[in-house]
């Protein structure tokens, strides 16, 4: 079984959209998960640390359920600018990525 | 100024042959990782070293082999390339474990 689980998606919803995605993990012991932005033909950029319940940044919400093993990433009202793979992931490992198209 | 470094930024080769990918990172971090992303864009990790010890090894052929000279700069050297090998290699680096990771722009290697 894989640390990490994403759901691949894709995913494609309308501008001003609000959507959800999940991550499962394995290790119960892992403490810090992260979610990470991946335009095409670049790297991984850091979005959001989720250390403890959960974390938001503007239009962006990370939550971490430590009871059922997930943790999720929300984002409200979006932009065309926030299509991108995202990435889900603890200290070492990642997840599939999921990624969104904003369609104006 | 640039945090993670890697060179070079394109390499293409011929099966059978040994290449090697640099890392380098002045952000001061302790933490340094290797990470393979395949056409599948699944980004999976190969090694980490802290403080130029190697702490994960994940199970990659031993023609991969990772040399940490110093805290600040992770390298990859790869014997007998094969065409598996083609992919994104990205090096990343981390304050410590349990930290985020930032990432260097990539390696792509393509091996003919």
């Known amino acids: 079984r894989k640390e990490v689980e994403q759901d691949p998606g894709p995913f494609n919803v309308p501008e001003g959209a609000t959507v959800a995605f999940n991550c499962t993990y394995s290790?119960?012991?892992?403490?810090?998960f992260f979610w990470y932005r991946q335009d095409c033909r670049k790297e991984p950029k850091l979005l959001m640390s989720v250390y403890s319940s959960g974390n938001e940044d503007g239009r962006f919400t990370a939550q971490l359920n430590r009871a059922s093993q997930y943790i999720s990433l929300l984002i409200r009202d979006s932009k065309l600018s926030d299509s991108a793979t995202y990435l889900c992931?603890?200290?070492?490992?990642f997840g599939t990525g999921t990624s969104l198209t904003v369609i104006p | 100024d640039t945090a993670v470094s890697q060179t070079p930024k394109y390499l293409v080769t011929q099966m059978g042959n040994d290449k090697s990918i640099k890392c380098e990172q002045n952000?001061?971090?302790?933490?340094m990782y290797w990470y393979k992303q395949d056409s599948k864009k699944f980004l999976k990790i190969m090694f980490s070293?802290?403080?130029?010890?190697?702490?994960i090894n994940e199970t990659v052929p031993n023609r991969f082999s990772p040399k940490s000279p110093d805290k600040a700069h992770l390298n990859l050297h790869i014997n007998s390339l094969e065409l598996g090998d083609s992919a994104v290699y990205f090096c990343?680096?981390?304050?410590?474990?349990?930290?985020?990771?930032?990432f260097g722009p990539g390696t792509r290697l393509t091996v003919t």
């Open positions: 290790n119960s012991a892992s403490q810090s």
């Open positions: 990343a680096s981390s304050q410590g474990r349990g930290y985020e990771q930032y």
């Open positions: 992931g603890n200290q070492f490992y």
């Open positions: 070293y802290n403080n130029k010890e190697l702490i």
């Open positions: 952000l001061g971090h302790d933490t």
